[in-house]
Nanobody, 112 residues
Framework: QVQLVESGGGLVQAGGSLRLSCVAS????????MGWYRQAPGKQRDLVAT???????NYADSVKGRFSISRDNAKNTLYLQMNSLKPEDTAVYYC??????WGQGTQVTVSS
């Protein structure tokens, strides 16, 4: 059974940084594309960033240059480094594994 457990969310002021982590179990982590999505209140869940099994990243335009996705296959862990945070980045952030596996989410709140 695939399990994805996120951590690292919290409250931060605009311009600050956070690093999210997602630990995967029950899966061959290195073989799968992984990613981060986010959902703000009243809005749909949107892509933030993905990373292929080979380490190729892909970002939503809204986070390019500010966020960085990475993976440590030895630790079965996915990361999202978020810098220069804005109030509009406030959302629940979800870890994703190809094709349709999700974590429980971690709240990120950016105050102005």
């Amino acid at each position: 059974q695939v399990q994805l457990v996120e951590s690292g969310g919290g409250l931060v002021q605009a311009g600050g940084s956070l690093r999210l982590s997602c630990v995967a179990s029950g899966t061959i982590f290195s073989l799968n594309s992984m990613g981060w999505y986010r959902q703000a209140p009243g809005k749909q869940r949107d892509l933030v960033a993905t990373i292929s099994s080979g380490g190729t990243p892909n970002y939503a335009d809204s986070v390019k240059g500010r966020f960085s996705i990475s993976r440590d296959n030895a630790k079965n862990t996915l990361y999202l480094q978020m810098n220069s945070l804005k109030p509009e980045d406030t959302a629940v952030y979800y870890c994703w594994r190809y094709k349709n596996y999700w974590g429980q989410g971690t709240q990120v709140t950016v105050s102005s």
